[in-house]
Structure formats: C-alpha cells, structure tokens
C-alpha cells in the first residue's frame, strides 16, 4: 500500500455508508517505523474563523478499497485541539511526504512516496525523486529523522 494511494482518498463509515471525509495525510512515527495516524479533512463546512483537525488510527482502517477507505464508524475519528496538534507536530509522528532525504550528509531527493503493510502500517519503502529519477528504497528499520530531514542508513540498498 502506497501512501499516494491513501492521500485524498474519501473516508466512509460502514455504519450508514456515509462519507466523512478525505485522507490529506499520514503520520509516521520513527521510533516504530510505521504509520500511526491519517490526517482526515471531514465533509461539510467548518465556520470561518474556526480550526479543526481531525485524526484517525491506521488499525482503525476496516477496509482498503481502490477508491475509498472505510471504517466502522465516525466514532473512531477524533477531533483534536490546538494543543494536541502543536505535541502530534513536535512528537514522533511526523508526515513525510515532500521532505528531504539524506544518506548522512549527502542530500539524494525528495521523499515523494513510500510503502507500509496495508494491516500494520509497518514502512517498507520510500520513493524518493533524484535528480529527476524515481529512486525506491528499502528501508526496513533504516529510517531516522533530525531538523527537518529523513536519513537513511548509507547502506542501504537502492534500486
């Protein structure tokens, strides 16, 4: 499962077959070198001048369709505050798509895609763009972030 595969894709309930809304991101949690959450922007409107985020758990995913995502119901989602957004931004969940990757202090591209196992959300490989080649790269457990950049192990294999 690809990550540019799940980003915008509609999110339905299964309880009533009704939309909820659309996956805008995923966060990756390195110290488990997995996916941890799905950014949702919900259907409908949000008064102006308000702010909302919403959450959901990749184990809460009960379905993986080609065109939409489902789960068993909109209790699952969970808005969250400002607060909780500033610690999810500065904790170990961070989206990875469109930063920079490095193999220690050499920059090889931006991170375009990557994929995790559709059941645990475990990160088996990033894509990245090198000098305008799409560059995939098994990553395993070799995957670290630091001031704003992704590193991978030196040793790593490309392909």
Same mark, same amino acid.
Request: net charge negative; aromatic share 8%.
């Given at each position: 499962?690809?990550a540019k595969? &799940?980003? !915008?894709?509609p %999110?339905?309930?299964?309880?009533? $077959?009704i939309? /909820? ?5 995923l @966060? ?16 409908g ?12 758990r990749?184990e809460?995913?009960?379905g993986?369709?080609?065109y ?10 969970r808005? &969250?505050? !400002?607060?909780? %957004?500033?610690?999810?931004?500065? $904790?170990?969940? /961070?989206?990875?798509?469109g930063?920079? @990757?490095y193999?220690?202090?050499l920059?090889?591209?931006?991170l375009?895609?990557?994929?995790s196992d ?15 080649t799409a ?25």
């Open positions: 499962m690809n595969d &799940i980003i !915008n894709k %999110l339905y309930a299964l309880k009533g $077959s939309k /909820i809304g659309e996956v805008k991101s @966060l990756v949690d390195f110290a488990q070198h997995r996916v941890n959450f799905l950014l949702i922007e919900r259907t409107t949000i008064p102006e001048g308000d702010f909302e985020v919403n959450i959901l990749f809460d995913l009960a993986k369709g080609d939409a995502l489902m789960i068993t119901n909109q209790t699952q989602l808005k &969250i505050t !400002n607060r909780e %957004l500033f610690e999810m931004l500065f $904790s170990d969940s /961070i989206s990875i798509i930063l920079d @990757l193999a220690a202090n920059r090889i591209g931006q375009v895609d990557f994929s559709p059941e645990k959300g475990a990160i088996w490989n990033v894509t990245t763009l090198a000098n305008g560059v995939s790269i098994h990553v395993s457990k070799d995957l670290s972030y630091e001031d704003g950049r992704v590193y991978v192990d030196p040793a790593t294999r490309l392909t």
